[in-house]
């Protein structure tokens, strides 16, 4: 069972303590010159310390150890991850990309040896960007925790329970679920079972719930289904492993005793978890559809107004009950990038080939919509209400940048679906002319 609390939102301040250790939070002050417990007291600062009120992020610690004494960092070699966007030659092709590959049997990897890049944008160094990754792992991270410094991680699990032991306490996170691990959290995942996923990661910015406008206070992702660990902390003296992203590549360090230590904790940054299942979806009951920034659960803002870095968008179970209306998906070309995957089921704009674990891209300006038989169908069909999209869960990262492919995604997974084009092949004309 998860030991989880509810957030009341974004921002909101939570205080947490190991129940093994009660009254180990100090009381009226944050740092004082001797902890409770004997506790070392350390800030984690997801913002800059002048963020103004609403948006700043940070949380204390109070922990066995701090977090420095370890040994020096060295690269970590095995590793697909790549945030290089320079290593292909440009391709405006829509891309498509069969279920990728779990690790064989007898071939170990854990979260960390199985995260590869796919695609990404923009520049760490400057923290403006994004990079897409998926993992594919058959063992549990073994006396190893891994954090980024480069930015947020939203994990969206395809296949298998992700058991995440975080610095903040643990979390359980299944497929129809998602996690958003912060910037510079720790963090180590356990599995019963070979494991797959997809995670859009963001540079040095944070994701945050959109604005609903005339929809109200309430609708989309509500702020209270958002839940938070509660403190759990191990005392273990044993060779363990931190492994850290840093400038798009992986470095390993060691120390001698586990990094799970913090008895308890307060603040306003923490890893947080989402079941896709409590998403309000809205939509017309009328005739026509919403854009689908309708879906939209979570985003990350760039600079410009309205612009994502990065919105994550789902396509849950729901009704259709729009009038005189093509009601799949329109046919579309869009300045912004749509990088999609599929959780279970079936896509409603795609008769067959997007599968469950596979996923699509289509670039800047690159046109896509339904394939032919999926166009012939709601061409053809009797508008009366359905459910669409039952037993299916897709999502979209949606982003306002020019996503390049890795060697990885376009070589090295030997995933991409170089036919992909051809469902758009059959695509009939109607046209009947003009009247004689
Ligand atoms: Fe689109």
């Not at 679920?177 to 797959?196: A, H, K, L, N, T």
């Not at 409590?278 to 559809?289: K, R």
């Not at 709601?378 to 990262?397: D, I, Q, S, W, Y």
Request: charged share 20%.
């Amino acid at each position: 069972m998860d030991d989880l609390k509810y957030m009341s939102g974004f921002g909101s301040e939570f205080k947490s303590e190991d129940p093994r250790c009660p009254q180990s939070l100090p009381k009226g002050q944050n740092s004082p010159q001797k902890c409770p417990y004997g506790l070392y007291a350390e800030q984690l600062s997801g913002t800059a310390f002048t963020a103004p009120r609403l948006e700043n992020r940070r949380s204390w610690f109070y922990r066995i150890r701090p977090s420095i004494g370890h040994d020096p960092f060295k690269p970590f070699s095995n590793s697909n991850v790549r945030c290089n966007w320079d290593q292909q030659e440009p391709d405006p092709n829509q891309m498509r990309w069969m279920p990728f590959d779990l690790p064989k049997s007898n071939e170990k990897r854990d979260f960390v040896e199985g995260l590869n890049t796919i695609c990404g944008s923009g520049e760490i160094k400057g923290k403006n960007g994004l990079a897409i990754h998926v993992y594919v792992c058959n063992v549990s991270m073994n006396n190893r925790a891994f954090y980024n410094a480069d930015g947020d991680f939203l994990i969206v699990p395809q296949k298998g329970t992700l058991k995440v032991t975080t610095e903040f306490g643990k979390l359980q996170v299944r497929p129809n679920e998602i996690v958003v691990i912060q910037q510079g959290m720790r963090f180590s995942i356990d599995i019963d079972e070979p494991s797959r996923g997809y995670i859009l990661e963001v540079f040095g910015r944070h994701f945050c719930l959109p604005d609903l406008g005339p929809i109200g206070a309430n609708g989309l992702a509500n702020a209270r289904d958002f839940l938070t660990p509660v403190a759990w902390y191990e005392d273990r003296d044993v060779q363990y492993e931190i492994i850290g992203k840093y400038q798009g590549k992986l470095f390993v360090c060691n120390q001698d005793h586990s990094p799970f230590d913090v008895v308890a904790w307060f603040g306003n940054y923490v890893p947080y978890k989402y079941d896709l299942a409590n998403f309000m979806v809205i939509n017309s009951v009328t005739f026509d559809h919403c854009d689908p920034s309708i879906f939209t659960l979570l985003t990350c803002q760039s600079e410009m107004k309205g612009t994502a870095i990065a919105d994550f968008v789902i396509f849950p179970p729901r009704w259709s009950v729009q009038e005189h209306t093509f009601r799949p998906p329109y046919y579309h070309r869009n300045c912004m990038s749509e990088f999609m995957g599929l959780i279970f089921g079936n896509y409603e704009a795609k008769a067959e080939g997007f599968q469950p674990g596979g996923a699509t891209l289509h670039s800047t300006m690159t046109p896509h919509g339904p394939d032919a038989q999926c166009f012939e169908m709601a061409f053809n069909e009797e508008l009366k209400p359905k459910r669409v999209a039952e037993g299916t869960m897709a999502f979209m990262f949606e982003t306002c940048m020019e996503l390049a492919v890795t060697e990885w995604g376009a070589k090295t997974c030997q995933k991409l679906d170089l036919e992909y084009y051809k469902c758009w092949k059959n695509i009939k004309k109607h046209f009947t002319g003009p009247a004689h």
